[in-house]
C-alpha cells in the first residue's frame, strides 16, 4: 500500500464521518426548530409574550397619563377654591375691623307697602 493510497483511503474515511456527524447536526436542528416542542415553539412564546407585555405597558402608561391629567384638573379646581376662600377669609377679617358707623339720633321706620 502506497502513501498515496493510505491518504485517500484516510480521506475517505474522514468524509465518512462528516458526513454522519452532519446527518446528526440535521437531525438536531430539525428537532430544535420544530414549533411544538423545540427552540422555535420558545422563541413563538416569548415572541406573543413580548407583544402581550407590550401591549400591558402602553395601557398603563395610557392610564397614568389620564391620571395625571385628572389630578392636575383637581389640584388646580382646590387651588381656586383655596383662593375664594382666602378672599372671604379676608373680607370678612376686614368687614369684622370696619369701623361700626355711630348710630344717629334719629331711626328708619320701614315703609309700608300697600298691597293692593
Sequence with gaps: MTLEQLMQILLLVAC???GVFCATLARRLRRMNNLESGL???IAVMAAEV???ER???SARDEATAA???L???IETARRERAIWDLRQRIG???SEAPQPMP???RLRKREVSHG
Design 93 to 95: 377679617a376686614a368687614a
Design 104 to 106: 344717629s339720633g334719629r
Design 72 to 74: 392636575a384638573e383637581e
Design 51 to 53: 407583544d402581550r407585555l
Design 56 to 58: 400591558a405597558i402602553r
Design 16 to 18: 465518512l464521518g462528516l
Design 40 to 42: 422555535g415553539g420558545a
Design 68 to 70: 395625571s391629567e385628572r
